[in-house]
């Protein structure tokens, strides 16, 4: 499985961003695609996934209600409204080939990671 994420970028805070991901290859109905962040110095922390067989979506409490996961066949987007400069960080999108998930270690397959800063 590839994945290639992309979207991030400079925004202030209380602004917005769409992130994308694109994957490529084997993925099955069963798998879970998420979204991870990681800030300097800070441990990869789990963002929100969305199962691919029922779209059930799940968040972390520090984005529920801001943050919107989907997924368009094999194209996974997070919405992010209302940023705050906390949520600066290195984004990656992931796929769990066994099941729902919230530990980074549990994702086996993973983007490059793209860069969202949040200016106060």
């Known amino acids: 499985v590839q994945l290639q994420a992309s979207g991030g970028g400079l925004v202030q805070a209380g602004g917005s961003l769409r992130l994308s991901c694109a994957a490529s290859g084997r993925i099955f109905s069963s798998h879970v695609m998420g979204w991870f962040r990681q800030a300097p110095g800070k441990e990869r922390e789990f963002v929100a996934a969305i199962r691919r067989n029922s779209g059930n979506t799940y968040y972390a409490d520090s984005v529920k209600g801001r943050f919107t996961i989907s997924r368009d066949s094999d194209t996974l987007y997070l919405q992010m409204n209302s940023l705050k400069p906390e949520d600066t960080a290195v984004y990656y999108c992931?796929?769990?080939?066994?099941?729902?998930?919230?530990?980074?270690?549990?994702?086996?397959?993973w983007g490059q990671g793209t860069q969202v800063t949040v200016s106060s």
């Open positions: 992931a796929i769990s080939r066994t099941g729902l998930a919230y530990n980074w270690k549990n994702y086996a397959d």
